[in-house]
């Protein structure tokens, strides 16, 4: 088990060593990052009516930290599907490492890559939002590690369903903007059935980056309540998608 463990853990590093080295990329995920709450906010902070959004540069701010973590994680997919495409997979399955645990070193890569790239956009959230209490900065903590685990554990299942690039960037595109614009980052429920159909507007509040946003606000102060189920749906979700992840990944590295 310890073994098991050593080895995942040093597949996660060797993802992580990697991560740094696209600083081009990683700086312009910043950017745009902040271009978010700085654009939006200055846009719409005067124009979005105070009834449904009291202070949008909270709104945004905190909306931001759920794109973080999910743009960051979901970055192992294309690493992973690379891999797959070159066969560089043959290589991994020689390691004295089991399937599982390269399976497993794979999501945690992509986990520790989203909790570590958000850092600075929690301390962002300090400053604009407010300083969380113990109990409220252990359910970030929580938050942020389901939603970087399910968000990895999705790219990962994504880019293994097909080895031909043009197919793998498709459905990545498909399920990233799907996910991000179909989500409560930019507007609220209240909005969202203004612009959508009611039952769609109610299933887009309970996709894992809105359910992810709604703890933020909550926990930041925006918000002076959430639905209580909110953590139990995100991990609900990370289970289903861990659980598609590893089989997934594991059916097409076995043929």
Do not use: C
């Not at 080895?7 to 990052?33: C, E, G, P, T």
């Not at 490492?97 to 890559?113: K, Q």
């Not at 409220?136 to 880019?159: D, E, F, G, K």
Request: charged share 15%.
């Amino acid at each position: 088990m310890n073994g098991e463990l050593r080895s995942s853990l040093l597949i996660a590093y060797r993802d992580l060593v990697r991560f740094w080295k696209f600083k081009h990329w990683l700086a312009s995920q910043i950017v745009m990052n902040l271009a978010d709450v700085v654009i939006f906010a200055l846009i719409f902070n005067n124009i979005v009516n105070r009834e449904y959004i009291p202070d949008y540069i909270k709104f945004m701010s905190t909306g931001v930290l759920s794109v973080s973590v999910f743009a960051s994680s979901f970055s192992i997919g294309r690493e992973v599907g690379a891999e797959m495409r070159r066969e560089v997979v043959y290589y991994l399955l020689t390691l004295p490492a089991s399937r599982w645990a390269l399976i497993a070193g794979r999501i945690m890569g992509g986990t520790f890559r989203g909790l570590i790239y958000q850092l600075a956009f929690i301390a962002l959230n300090i400053a604009l939002v407010g300083v969380p209490n113990l109990y409220q900065a252990a359910i970030i903590v929580y938050t942020s590690i389901v939603l970087s685990a399910s968000m990895s554990a999705l790219a990962i299942a994504i880019s293994t369903s097909t080895r031909d690039f043009n197919l793998q960037a498709t459905f990545r595109a498909l399920t990233y903007y799907t996910l991000f614009f179909l989500s409560n980052v930019f507007y609220p429920r209240e909005v969202l059935r203004l612009r959508f159909p009611g039952p769609l507007a109610d299933a887009i509040v309970h996709t894992p980056v809105s359910l992810a946003s709604d703890v933020y606000r909550w926990a930041f102060g925006y918000y002076g309540s959430i639905n209580p189920l909110a953590p139990l749906e995100l991990t609900l979700w990370a289970f289903l998608l861990l659980v598609l992840a590893a089989l997934l990944y594991r059916r097409n590295i076995s043929r």
